[in-house]
């Protein structure tokens, strides 16, 4: 009998990770899903990219590049279930029931909604019920767990929310109500812009792009007008704030020092950015490449945490049928 609690992270299929992402939530999802406290299901979310990826060749580069950077970035492909949302066809399942428990007002108050309809005069059906979907990813392995940044909170709320829905409407205490975790210490990841590091911002360092790439976006981080003689208040440098998250506690104060003494010139501020960053990801990358350079074993990897996935989406919705006369 597995007695672990369960964990379910999901990252939307929409371009390549970077080191928001990376700080952000990826880091925390693998060392819980490297542990054993937890049974993690992990998924890339190719139905909620639908969203704003229209187009086919990107969306399978986007499934392939997350998979190769988490088992990159050290997620232990045996311990944790990694698979596509779209090769379990119960989490649309799932939603359609959820979607009868769901009112409409009660979605025009997700954040997502509102600020695409600021911004646009018309919104998908896919965008509206993008909560529900997700909702559905979350409940349908009875998660305990799900690990989120700040502004995601409202996500795992929702779930929340929806599993009671479910539960008061056919009388029944089935459904787990999903926690989030967040970790306080987490900070906003600055992109080269200084505003936070967002693929929609179009700011952001990919973890594994070319040296040549690297070099280029570091290199056009945003700065002041100091000289390299002038003392640098290192808390308000985006330099400084990205290159702290890859470095300890007594590295971050030497660093700290070069900022506030005087004498360290944004060149070369840039250039120990640059190869910190080359260091960290050097084994890494190339077992990103390796992988990208095999899709074939990516897919492999897919097909199996699909398989185990199914097993527990199966067992969900043969529930499910039955508590709602689905079934009889």
Not at 55 to 69: G, M, R
Not at 245 to 270: C, Q, T
Request: hydrophobic residues 40%.
């Amino acid at each position: 009998m597995n007695n672990k609690k369960v964990l379910v992270s999901g990252i939307q299929a929409s371009g390549r990770l970077h080191f928001g992402n990376y700080f952000g939530a990826m880091r925390q999802n693998i060392a819980l899903a490297n542990g054993n406290e937890y049974e993690s299901y992990i998924f890339v979310a190719d139905y909620h990219a639908l969203t704003t990826v229209k187009n086919k060749e990107a969306l399978s580069k986007a499934t392939l590049d997350i998979v190769a950077n988490y088992i990159a970035c050290g997620l232990d492909a045996d311990k944790a279930i990694i698979f596509k949302q779209s090769d379990i066809p119960e989490h649309t399942e799932l939603c359609a029931i959820l979607n009868n428990v769901v009112t409409v007002p009660y979605l025009m108050r997700a954040h997502a909604f509102k600020d695409h309809e600021a911004k646009s005069k018309e919104v998908s059906a896919g965008l509206f019920d993008y909560p529900v979907l997700m909702a559905a990813d979350i409940l349908m392995y009875q998660a305990n767990t799900v690990p989120v940044g700040q502004d995601q909170k409202q996500h795992v709320e929702y779930a929340r929310d929806i599993a009671g829905f479910y539960n008061r409407a056919w009388g029944i205490d089935y459904f787990k109500v999903p926690r989030e975790y967040i970790l306080e210490n987490v900070a906003t990841v600055p992109g080269i812009d200084g505003q936070k590091m967002s693929k929609s911002k179009g700011n952001t360092i990919p973890l594994f792009g070319s040296e040549e790439e690297l070099k280029k976006l570091i290199m056009s981080i945003v700065t002041d007008s100091l000289t390299p003689e002038e003392r640098k208040n290192p808390d308000e440098n985006i330099i400084f704030n990205i290159h702290k998250l890859f470095l300890n506690d007594k590295e971050v104060s030497l660093l700290r020092s070069k900022f506030e003494e005087g004498g360290y010139s944004y060149k070369e501020a840039k250039d120990d950015l640059y190869n910190t960053i080359i260091d960290w990801r050097k084994d890494k990358k190339e077992i990103y490449n390796n992988l990208m350079n095999n899709p074939k074993e990516i897919k492999e990897i897919l097909e199996k945490g699909a398989k185990k996935a199914k097993r527990k989406a199966s067992e969900t919705m043969k529930d499910v049928r039955l508590q709602t006369g689905l079934d009889f």
